[in-house]
């Protein structure tokens, strides 16, 4: 990244000096924030979006940051082991809507943005997570009843959520939301179609609960799999790990 970055200079320097060809654009901000953000460096990745938006403010409209400058940042970010990772992810897409609102930019958030900040929280352990993500799920709910057809949840945002309640233990949580997620879908939300990890997530949960009654919930669910799938509902049919998820709930039951 640092030579990516040396080499971004060096075109803005020559700019400077007269050199209108050399004057960097999006493509080039682009390709240098990511290549921090690939090298994991969330924070540096942030501060070049933000040196390319002033860019941008100064004259430079080739350098206008859109939807995929952003991402790149915020997927940086659900990458990141950082502990403030999710907030971070979090303030960039406010800001991104703040700066849409006031007519600072012509990019808002999309459902791959809140997306990623879903996944940053669904990653990052944290006891809190699960209720933030599913804040943020209400959020896209909310702007796509408004009329934003952007930012309808599809099978990743419900699956990140999902995932997020499961990896805290919270199975009966998770299982609530994939009954939401197959209403969506049944309400016409093609894009929300449970799936295999959809399903094998909320099983996985229930395989690591304690709950005495968690072997009935995982079968029910497996059974329910099939009779959608032999119905025609759900081209999703029980896998061998959809299988194995239930034995091995009934096998710690005791």
């Not at 999710?86 to 600072?104: C, F, N, T, V």
């Not at 996944?119 to 909310?142: H, I, M, V």
């Not at 929300?192 to 690591?208: E, H, T, Y």
Request: with cysteine.
């Amino acid at each position: 990244p640092d030579a990516t970055l040396k080499l971004l200079q060096t075109m803005q320097q020559q700019h400077l000096a007269g050199d209108s060809s050399l004057r960097p654009n999006v493509v080039t901000y682009s390709a240098a924030i990511s290549a921090f953000a690939r090298a994991g460096q969330a924070e540096r990745a942030e501060e070049l979006l933000e040196e390319m938006y002033s860019d941008y403010l100064d004259g430079n409209d080739s350098c206008k940051p859109n939807a995929i400058a952003f991402n790149i940042v915020l997927d940086a970010w659900s990458k990141s082991k950082s502990r403030d990772a999710p907030e971070r992810a979090e303030a960039i897409l406010e800001r991104m809507a703040q700066l849409h609102s006031s007519g600072g930019l012509d990019t808002k958030p999309d459902i791959i943005n809140y997306s990623s900040v879903i996944n940053c929280w669904a990653k990052s352990g944290r006891k809190e997570a699960p209720d933030a993500a599913l804040k943020l799920l209400g959020t896209t709910q909310q702007l796509y009843n408004a009329g934003d057809e952007f930012s309808r949840p599809n099978t990743i945002t419900y699956n990140t959520v999902i995932s997020a309640f499961a990896r805290t233990g919270q199975a009966a949580r998770a299982e609530e939301l994939l009954e939401a997620m197959y209403c969506d879908y049944l309400d016409g939300n093609d894009s929300a179609k449970p799936d295999a990890i959809s399903f094998g997530a909320v099983l996985d949960a229930w395989s690591k609960s304690k709950s005495p009654g968690a072997p009935h919930r995982a079968e029910a669910i497996l059974e329910r799999m099939v009779r959608l799938h032999t119905s025609g509902a759900l081209d999703t049919k029980p896998t061998i790990v959809s299988y194995s998820s239930v034995i091995n709930c009934w096998a710690k039951s005791g």
